[in-house]
């Protein structure tokens, strides 16, 4: 089912959703299901999978000589997503990025998800390769987001990039994109982003999920920005628990998100990663409820493959 079915379908009730990514390669599928096998009493209405295209590693050789080698570490995203949809019975939404692929990779990724009767996708532009700085496109491939969304949509009329191909058969994608409560990293300021978020949504997006944050207030002004800009689709906020003290450093740095100062001094004192868990679940349980209270379609989690501390949460949110 779509996700925005699923919302009009819970008739204001908030619905539980998660999101993992997919093992290293060389390991099995069997971690997956572990994750999950816990968060099922919580009834997910979807769990998003993650994807991660290839890095490059430089290796020096015995002549000193350094040799580029390409890498896939997490592949795996559509083979999971079916996993999940054919043994949970739950819908397993994939991310689909422009980064790594052309748009006929897109077209031919897409072909392969509604096939296996995957029918929500988030259409995301993807990060920079971790040695370079800035995004940078396939040849034929997309810049932005709101184009994959744009070819998303064109699927979904029934136009392929192949123009002499008769009567295709129309997709029904439904489709999610980013939102940035802190304003994405290299956009100039937070109201152009949101103009950017705004094109996504005219290009045919269905609803948006949130970069985490860890104060609410920055989700409600970026929803009341939103609405002020006239983008009506729903807006889910995407939470993190805390976990380890090293997320202090590593979380801001790679999200370019805030840590509220109360949150820093608590895992700061804590005597060791037990203690910062705790502390973690606590704050998330904190801003679950007071993102219910606001009324938000759905609280996704941030789990990314580790349930203990959302089966916590979970417990005293649903
Ligand atoms: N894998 C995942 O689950 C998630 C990944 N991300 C990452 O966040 C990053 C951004 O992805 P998206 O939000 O999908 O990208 P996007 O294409 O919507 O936006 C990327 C940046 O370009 C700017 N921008 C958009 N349209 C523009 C235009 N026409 N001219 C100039 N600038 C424009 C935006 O303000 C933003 O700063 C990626 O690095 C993505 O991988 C974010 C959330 C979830
Ligand atoms: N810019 C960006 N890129 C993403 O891939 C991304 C977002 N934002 N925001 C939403 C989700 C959240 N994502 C996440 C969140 C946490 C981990 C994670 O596993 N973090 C580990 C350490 C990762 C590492 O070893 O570098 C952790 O300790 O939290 C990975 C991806 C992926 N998504």
Same mark, same amino acid.
Not at 57 to 82: F, H, M, N, S, W
Not at 159 to 181: H, M, R
Not at 263 to 285: Q, R, S, T, Y
């Given at each position: 089912?779509?996700?925005?079915?699923?919302?009009?379908?819970?008739?204001?009730?908030?619905?539980?959703? /998660?999101?993992?990514?997919?093992?290293?390669?060389?390991?099995?599928?069997?971690? &997956?299901?572990?994750?999950?096998?816990?968060?099922?009493? /919580?009834?997910?209405?979807? &769990?998003?999978?993650?994807?991660?295209?290839?890095?490059?590693?430089?290796?020096?050789?015995?002549?000193?000589?350094?040799?580029?080698?390409?890498?896939?570490?997490?592949?795996?995203?559509?083979?999971?997503?079916?996993?999940?949809?054919?043994?949970?019975?739950?819908?397993?939404?994939?991310?689909?990025?422009?980064?790594?692929?052309?748009?006929?990779?897109?077209?031919?990724?897409?072909?392969?998800?509604?096939?296996?009767?995957?029918?929500?996708?988030?259409?995301?532009?993807?990060?920079?390769?971790?040695?370079?700085?800035?995004?940078?496109?396939?040849?034929?491939?997309?810049?932005?987001?709101?184009?994959?969304?744009?070819?998303?949509?064109?699927?979904?009329?029934?136009?392929?990039?192949?123009?002499?191909?008769?009567?295709?058969?129309?997709?029904?994608?439904?489709?999610?994109?980013?939102?940035?409560?802190?304003?994405?990293?290299?956009?100039?300021?937070?109201?152009?982003?949101?103009?950017?978020?705004?094109?996504?949504?005219?290009?045919?997006?269905?609803?948006?999920?949130?970069?985490? /944050?860890?104060?609410?207030?920055?989700?409600?002004?970026?929803?009341?920005?939103?609405?002020?800009?006239?983008?009506?689709?729903? &807006?889910?906020?995407?939470?993190?628990?805390?976990?380890?003290?090293?997320?202090?450093?590593?979380?801001?740095?790679?999200?370019?998100?805030?840590?509220?100062?109360?949150?820093?001094?608590?895992?700061?004192?804590?005597?060791?990663?037990?203690?910062?868990?705790?502390?973690?679940?606590?704050?998330?349980?904190?801003?679950?409820?007071?993102?219910?209270?606001?009324?938000?379609?759905?609280?996704?989690?941030?789990?990314?493959?580790?349930?203990?501390?959302?089966?916590?949460?979970?417990?005293?949110?649903?």
């Amino acid at each position: 089912m779509k996700i925005t079915d699923h919302i009009k379908n819970a008739n204001g009730k908030t619905l539980f959703s /998660f999101e993992i990514l997919p093992p290293l390669k060389g390991q099995n599928i069997q971690s &997956i299901f572990d994750s999950i096998d816990p968060l099922m009493e /919580f009834d997910p209405a979807f &769990i998003d999978v993650t994807y991660h295209r290839e890095e490059y590693e430089y290796i020096e050789r015995q002549d000193g000589l350094l040799e580029k080698r390409v890498v896939r570490k997490r592949p795996g995203t559509v083979g999971i997503c079916a996993a999940i949809q054919n043994k949970y019975k739950v819908d397993a939404v994939p991310h689909i990025l422009c980064g790594g692929f052309t748009r006929e990779d897109t077209e031919n990724f897409l072909i392969d998800l509604d096939f296996l009767g995957i029918q929500n996708v988030v259409a995301l532009r993807g990060d920079a390769v971790k040695t370079e700085i800035y995004f940078k496109p396939e040849k034929n491939g997309h810049h932005f987001a709101k184009d994959l969304v744009k070819q998303i949509r064109e699927m979904n009329s029934g136009k392929y990039l192949d123009e002499s191909i008769e009567n295709c058969y129309p997709t029904e994608f439904c489709i999610g994109v980013a939102g940035y409560p802190e304003k994405h990293m290299e956009a100039a300021s937070f109201s152009q982003d949101i103009h950017h978020l705004k094109r996504k949504i005219e290009a045919g997006a269905d609803y948006i999920v949130t970069q985490m /944050f860890f104060d609410n207030h920055k989700f409600f002004e970026f929803v009341e920005k939103c609405r002020e800009e006239g983008i009506s689709v729903p &807006i889910i906020p995407g939470i993190k628990p805390l976990v380890t003290k090293s997320q202090l450093s590593m979380i801001p740095h790679r999200f370019k998100v805030d840590i509220p100062n109360e949150l820093v001094i608590a895992v700061a004192k804590a005597k060791d990663n037990k203690a910062v868990k705790e502390i973690g679940i606590e704050w998330c349980i904190n801003q679950s409820k007071e993102l219910l209270n606001y009324g938000v379609p759905v609280l996704h989690f941030y789990s990314m493959g580790k349930s203990d501390n959302i089966l916590k949460i979970g417990r005293e949110i649903f």
